[in-house]
């Protein structure tokens, strides 16, 4: 059974950091592109990063410069550094990893999701 887990979360101050990591069971992913979305309170779930197998990334603009996705194909594990949070980065954060090897901005087009971890944000 595929399980996605994960971990990193919790309380920061604006302008802090926090790693978020998310450890994959069941099967590997090597080959599929993996992604990180968020949920703010009241909102919609939102498109943060993505990776491809080869490494090649892509982000959101409300992110690009602050946001780093990273993966370990060794470990099954994928990773989001966060720098220079802010209060509207508050939102629990899914990992996800996409049916195809390619990058998509879709939700619709991930196929297994993490549990998510709370990311909160203070002024």
């Known amino acids: 059974q595929v399980q996605l887990v994960e971990s990193g979360g919790g309380l920061v101050q604006a302008g802090g950091s926090l790693r978020l990591s998310c450890a994959a069971t069941g099967r590997t992913f090597s080959n599929n592109a993996m992604g990180w979305f968020r949920r703010a309170p009241g909102k919609e779930r939102e498109f943060v990063a993505a990776i491809k197998w080869t490494g090649a990334t892509s982000y959101a603009d409300s992110v690009k410069g602050r946001f780093t996705i990273s993966r370990d194909n060794a470990k099954n594990t994928l990773y989001l550094q966060m720098n220079s949070l802010t209060p509207e980065d508050t939102a629990v954060y899914y990992c996800?990893?996409?049916?195809?090897?390619?990058?998509?901005?879709?939700?619709?087009?991930?196929?297994?999701w993490g549990q998510g971890t709370q990311v909160t944000v203070s002024s």
């Open positions: 996800a990893v996409a049916v195809y090897s390619s990058i998509s901005y879709r939700a619709n087009n991930y196929n297994y």
